[in-house]
């Protein structure tokens, strides 16, 4: 390599192609002919991993680095030596003026400015900081621009995502039905709150006040120190039950209110407590209706008695001491002492003593789903739950549970996940279905007008049979039921379709193959077949023998009829395509008189099909 290369040394694959390539036909020149200047410049950027490139001369011819080769995507390596316009002509609305500003002599900056690309065959939204900035030759004279350029759309893509999710989020708060805030540590600082704490706390211009700012009548409440507990320990505090004396208004009477409600500490990504999320609901009504119950525990058994339910209640230490007479009626036992295990399922048995102990050791609220065994042998599904009453120094004095019958509710559930797990299945498999059309009619069409009307075509074919299974809750279609389906969609003219055939009743995935296998036959005979005409019929019929199905489509007074000279995407479905779903064998004979089809298959066992 000549001397006057030498800036050209190294460079990655550019500095190679730059010295491998012949510059005679370009604006440019050899590079030996280059002024230092550009020279300089191009062996910056070579030796630079930031994504540069320059362009230069009347016609901004382009060079670029290894860098800037992965922002062209496609476009390299004919970029290479190439005039701006023709590189970016897509964008060249937005950067032409910054152009122009660096050619007349003033450098431009921008930060995360969109550009709609064309980089690998489609158009896709980026954005990306650069600058461009204006080179001289030895004359003084601006000859080129420079640019150093950064993309940033993984990064602006991400903000938006986490912008939509937190708003998301902030609109699910919004919109809870418990009281919620967040608070920003260490002075507890409202930084958001939802309508309903403005409902129970009452309107005090929270966002950016102090909870103490906000709240004076809680002084020695408690609660303040909990929130630097909180903040101090980084481990939640769930309290229930907890009393608080607070005014509605700022100016208001203070009044006794009860809350359930959770402090959990917000962490950054180190682990550093830099909030608390507080999260709650007002449960002063519930618990003055637990009140009136242990006041009147006479009315309560009386209640519990007639309740469907089966009421229960315990000792502090979980020992049941009560259990309603339902539960004999139900199991034989009186679900005291061990008897209570023997009215449960077997395999439920151990897990239920293993919530129940949990409970009563940490106090918290007893809910479990098992099931019971009934007199008659029969296992139903059941919810136990429980709640603890305690005294005014927090102690449990008393369990208070109850069990209800939700074997329905349990099974329809049950149900529904499969139900969504089988639609999940079918939907994957239309999915596919449709994808395989589409990639074969976009293949074998000849025009975009002549692609969509086929597509077109073909999806109805297929909503028409899914239409036809949904009715019949995809238990399977009759033969002549796909066929009018279908070629109702096709033509609305049902008259013109003769079918004769005893009843045989086609599994989901049979019905769906014959439906595109009808599609194309009505499609072809509307193009060119017997239904081309006013005259022209088609007959559809079809026999079993030996658990096969022969199926003849027969055209009739139509146009004369010529072995084609190519298979089109209609001919290799049917006699590929649908040979192989139906692991069977069809034919197509082109008689002058009209096209006649032959399908055989296979029917599943045991198929139904009467006369």
């Known amino acids: ?52 490139f320059v362009a230069w001369g009347p016609e901004l011819s382009f060079l ?31 950067i032409s003026p910054l152009i122009d500003a660096a050619m007349a002599g003033e450098a431009t900056y921008r930060e995360d400015l969109p550009l709609r690309m064309r980089r690998r065959g ?44 937190t708003d998301r989020q902030r609109r699910m708060f919004e919109q809870a039905p418990g009281f919620i805030c967040t608070l920003q540590a260490p002075e ?34 408690g609660f ?46 180190t682990g550093k407590v830099i909030g608390i999320f507080c999260e709650g609901h007002d449960v002063t009504e519930t618990h003055r209706a637990q009140q009136a119950v242990r006041e009147s525990e006479e009315d309560y058994r009386c209640a519990a008695e007639l309740n469907p339910q089966v009421a229960w209640t315990a000792a502090p230490d979980g ?81 208070y549970g109850s069990t209800e019958d939700i074997h329905e509710q349990q099974v329809a559930e049950d149900h529904l996940r499969l139900m969504v797990l089988e639609l999940n299945h079918r939907v994957k ?41 949904t009715r019949e809750q995809w238990d399977g279609a009759g033969v002549g039921e796909v066929a009018h389906g279908v070629l109702d969609a096709l033509t609305g003219d049902r ?26 036959l009505g499609s072809n005979a509307l193009k060119y077949g017997a239904l081309s005409g006013a005259q022209g019929q088609v007959t559809l019929d079809w026999t079993v023998e030996a658990h096969q199905l022969r199926l003849t489509w027969t055209e009739q007074r139509g146009p004369p009829v010529a072995q084609p000279t190519r298979r089109g995407f209609g001919s290799r479905l049917l006699e590929r395509g649908l040979a192989a779903e139906l692991a069977g064998e069809v034919r197509l004979r082109f008689d002058p008189g009209g096209l006649i089809c032959t399908i055989r298959a296979a029917l599943p066992e045991p198929a139904a099909i009467a006369p």
């Not at 211009?205 to 909870?211: D, M, P």
């Not at 074998?444 to 239409?467: C, F, M, Y």
Request: charged fraction near 25%; proline fraction near 5%.
């Open 64 to 94: 670029y680095n290894d860098a800037y080769a992965e922002v062209l995507g496609a476009k390299h390596p004919a970029a290479l030596g190439a005039r701006f316009f023709d590189i970016w002509s897509e964008i060249w609305p937005d």
């Open 1 to 52: 390599m000549d001397k006057a290369d030498g800036f050209l040394t190294g460079g990655g694959e550019l500095g190679a192609l730059m010295r491998a390539r012949n510059w005679s036909t370009s604006p440019l020149g050899s590079p030996q002919t280059w002024p230092q200047s550009l020279r300089s410049v191009v062996g910056l950027m070579l030796g630079s991993k930031f994504p540069m």
């Open 319 to 399: 020992q049941l001491d009560r259990v309603a007479p339902r539960w004999r009626e139900w199991t034989g036992t009186s679900g005291l002492d061990s008897t209570y295990a023997e009215g449960l399922h077997p395999d439920d048995v151990q897990r239920t003593f293993d919530v129940w102990g949990a409970s009563v050791a940490t106090g918290e609220p007893y809910d479990i789903v098992h099931r019971v065994r009934r007199l008659n042998g029969e296992h139903r599904w059941i919810r136990s739950r429980a709640f603890p009453r305690r005294n005014d120094q927090g102690q449990i004095v008393r369990w």
């Open 429 to 469: 498999n239309s999915l596919a279905t449709v994808q395989s059309i589409a990639v074969q009619t976009l293949r074998g069409a000849e025009s975009s007008a002549e692609a969509r009307e086929a597509l077109l075509g073909r999806i109805t074919a297929l909503a028409a049979a899914h239409d036809i299974l």
């Open 188 to 221: 507890h600082v409202f930084n958001f709150v939802n309508h309903a704490y403005e409902r129970l706390f009452g309107a005090r211009n929270y966002v950016g006040r102090s909870a103490r700012d906000c709240f004076p009548e809680l002084e020695g409440q």
């Open 495 to 520: 008259d013109r379709l003769r079918v004769s055939g005893p009843v045989v009743r086609l599994d989901a995935k049979m019905a769906l193959s014959l439906s595109m296998a009808f599609y194309e």
């Open 224 to 269: 303040f120190e909990l929130l630097d507990q909180v903040y101090a320990s980084g481990r939640r505090h769930i309290a229930h039950g907890a009393q608080i004396r607070l005014r509605a208004t700022p100016d208001g009477p203070e009044e006794d209110r009860i809350l359930d409600f959770i402090y959990e500490p917000m962490s950054d990504p």
């Open 122 to 165: 489609f158009d896709e939204d980026t954005w990306f900081t650069f600058s461009y900035s204006p080179v001289r030759d030895e004359s003084g004279e601006v000859s080129g621009m420079f640019c150093a350029c950064h993309e940033t759309t993984d990064r602006i893509l991400a903000q938006r995502r986490e912008a939509a999710e």
